[in-house]
């Protein structure tokens, strides 16, 4: 079987699994329940979690996360494509283990650490303790050996943290340039654009300075990083002004209304970008974008669901409510 007819098979059973997503009438639903035993319990009635009789929140919600792998392993022809996703969860386990093995505190335990990431506690610690930071794939090396020095020589975490997450971005850019498919290059574009500018917002909050704010950014196509971030040290209305004049003008909106209007609306750009894949029938552009509305699926109804845990008022949960895929 050729690869375009694996994928116009696998497209179809992926075009009958979103059906099931949730829509925004059905979140509607959810956010209606009065208590957060309801809600559990409208989960449940969806097929969402396992059997168990008295399932958590955490659990339901693991569940349908490994549901979705599960499909995803079953269908795609090559697994590798979806490697731009995991880049997140891999190099905050080096982080976490960088800091554990620079640590005398005892405090340090594996629940630091990413599960599901194929970088495993263990194996990192041995590698870092060792030095050996070549062993670790291309995209890594460099910035574990620099992050290891620094906290090393400095104690500094924050600077540990900045040098890796800029290496984590750049190693999503650099995957989605070298990817055939469109969506990945756009979701790659996306996601470290919209990283930059949640930089330069919490930095400008924070008074950090522009070699803080363009040592932790990546550069990308759609944004100029030496502009956001002057943009950013001069306040947050030229913060704004500058978002107006990009790609992101939605964005310096949101910024406007509140902290999580700005959240719903950098996951919501996410979303908007993988919008165009419900037509598309020949690659795996369809495969990626239900992996990652399956994941802004789970992350609504955590946002829900610790809502109504807390007690909440509806109007701030539903602040916070992202966009649905269908």
């Given at each position: ?9 696998a497209v179809a059973r992926i075009r009958a699994k979103e059906t099931t997503l949730f829509s925004g009438a059905v979140i509607e639903q959810l956010l ?76 340090l335990t594996a629940n630091l650490y990413y599960e599901d990431a194929s970088l495993k506690r263990g194996a990192l610690l041995e590698l870092i303790r ?197």
């Amino acid at each position: 079987m050729s690869n375009s007819m694996e994928y116009t098979y696998a497209v179809a059973r992926i075009r009958a699994k979103e059906t099931t997503l949730f829509s925004g009438a059905v979140i509607e639903q959810l956010l209606g329940c009065k208590s957060y035993e309801e809600a559990i319990r409208f989960l449940k009635e969806k097929g969402w979690g396992s059997a168990e009789a008295d399932e958590t929140a955490e659990s339901l919600l693991a569940a349908e996360r490994e549901k979705t792998w599960e499909i995803i392993r079953e269908l795609a022809p090559d697994l590798s494509v979806f490697d731009v996703l995991s880049y997140s969860k891999e190099f905050h386990n080096l982080k976490a283990a960088i800091k554990e093995a620079c640590s005398t505190e005892k405090a340090l335990t594996a629940n630091l650490y990413y599960e599901d990431a194929s970088l495993k506690r263990g194996a990192l610690l041995e590698l870092i303790r060792e030095k050996a930071f070549g062993d670790l794939p291309e995209s890594m090396a460099a910035a574990a050996e620099e992050a290891y020095t620094t906290l090393l020589h400095t104690r500094d975490g924050q600077l540990c943290d900045v040098i890796l997450d800029r290496a984590a971005l750049e190693a999503i850019l650099a995957a989605g340039k070298d990817a055939d498919d469109a969506i990945i290059r756009e979701y790659a574009e996306s996601t470290v654009a919209i990283a930059d500018i949640k930089i330069a917002v919490r930095a400008q909050k924070t008074g950090k300075s522009l070699e803080f704010m363009k040592r932790a950014m990546a550069p990308c196509e759609t944004l100029s990083v030496d502009s956001l971030a002057r943009a950013a040290v001069s306040g947050d209305a030229a913060l704004r002004d500058y978002l107006s004049g990009t790609d992101y003008a939605e964005g310096a909106q949101a910024m406007a209304q509140s902290p999580s209007a700005f959240e719903r609306w950098c996951d919501n750009r996410i979303i908007r970008t993988i919008a165009p894949q419900k037509y598309n029938s020949f690659s795996v552009g369809p495969l990626f974008a239900y992996l990652l509305a399956r994941e802004n699926e789970i992350k609504t109804v955590r946002i829900i669901l610790t809502g109504k845990l807390n007690e909440m008022p509806e109007a701030s949960i539903r602040e916070r409510v992202r966009d649905m895929y269908v």
